[in-house]
């Protein structure tokens, strides 16, 4: 498995952007997906962004055309690009890696949207 840091969580009014991150350390040589989910008070965590080995990308409909994922060229980080945010994306957000045995989660880091 891998540890995994993230960063960039935070306060923001309606509209505005952040950026989170998710550094692994480890195991990263058998990453398959790398991916953010989200769980809002009272509700299930789901899946909000992914992005495969090979590069493909998958988003939740709910933030497509608003949030990008990318990860850097030596494939340990993940970062999450959230634009015109909206209340309802405020949650607690979550990195999680995995291989083809393996899935590790984020401590997960705060992200709320004002109104």
């Known amino acids: 498995q891998v540890h995994l840091v993230e960063s960039g969580g935070g306060l923001v009014q309606v509209g505005g952007s952040l950026r989170l991150s998710c550094a692994a350390s480890?195991?990263?040589?058998?990453?398959?997906?790398m991916g953010w989910y989200r769980q809002a008070p009272g509700k299930q965590r789901e899946m909000v962004a992914s992005i495969i080995s090979g590069g493909t990308v998958k988003y939740a409909d709910s933030v497509k055309g608003r949030f990008t994922i990318s990860r850097d060229n030596a494939k340990t980080t993940v970062y999450l690009q959230m634009n015109s945010l909206k209340p309802e994306d405020t949650a607690v957000y979550y990195c999680n890696v995995s291989s083809v045995t393996w899935a590790s989660w984020g401590q997960g880091t705060q992200v709320t949207v004002s109104s």
């Open positions: 480890g195991n990263v040589a058998s990453i398959n997906v």
